[in-house]
């Protein structure tokens, strides 16, 4: 089945705990990107990456750090994470040479004590 | 970065009513896209419509580039539309791959 797939689903942890977020799709799409969504704001990106070892800095780069050494994967990482990024994160996925997010993974809870 | 409102942020309708949802952008886009998340919080793309009008079933979709802004047409509502409504947008050459969301509009369709 094509999917993209985020792991953990849910995570709750304290201020300063490193963290990795997941992501990983099987359809062989080039663009992944990282959004988190806070009420009132809609979804606000990340950090996006165009292909295998290029990423770029979206919105909202602050306090967050991706990698992209494969093309299926693309995580999420918070090295010292702070009650501010405590929201919903959505990681995406789409075909080269189509700026149509056609895939969405299914979303991570995370709160941040 | 382009700002992105969207309006209303909230609609309550009756199932079977006929509803017209607004995105306006402040600059000229490359990609405009229209995504709704249903209540459990998946995200699902509706509509890639930098111009011109789509339809696909109940939902339709207008985009007139030239005055920056984009309409979603959802016709004889039924409950399974509940959710958020979010447009999208790319910019210029300079911003390629870099998406800028609005708020949303909350929609609430009851029976």
């Known amino acids: 089945e094509a999917q993209v797939t985020q792991n953990p689903r849910y995570l709750i942890t304290v201020t300063g705990k490193k963290l990795t977020v997941t992501c990983s799709q099987n359809m062989n799409h080039e663009y992944m990107s990282w959004y988190r969504q806070d009420p009132g704001l809609g979804l606000r990106q990340i950090y996006y990456s165009m292909n295998v070892e290029v990423t770029d800095k979206g919105d909202v780069p602050e306090g967050y750090k991706v990698s992209r050494k494969e093309k299926r994967n693309f995580p999420l990482i918070l090295e010292s994470p702070s009650p501010n990024q405590t929201s919903l994160y959505f990681c995406?996925?789409?075909?080269?040479?189509?700026?149509?997010?056609?895939?969405f993974g299914p979303g991570t809870r995370l709160t941040v004590l | 970065g382009i700002q992105v409102e969207q309006s209303p942020p909230d609609l309550i309708l009756q199932e079977g009513a006929n509803s017209t949802l607004r995105c306006n952008f402040s600059d000229s886009v490359n990609n405009l896209q229209w995504f709704h998340q249903n209540p459990w919080g998946q995200l699902i793309n509706l509509f890639y419509?930098?111009?011109g009008t789509k339809q696909n079933g109940r939902l339709s979709a207008t985009t007139v580039a030239t005055e920056r802004y984009s309409l979603l047409y959802i016709s004889s509502s039924q409950t399974t539309d509940s959710g958020v409504y979010f447009c999208a947008v790319e910019g210029g050459a300079d911003s390629w791959g870099k998406l800028q969301f609005g708020a949303g509009t909350q929609v609430v369709v009851t029976p």
């Open positions: 419509i930098p111009s």
């Open positions: 995406a996925s789409t075909p080269a040479g189509r700026l149509l997010l056609e895939d």
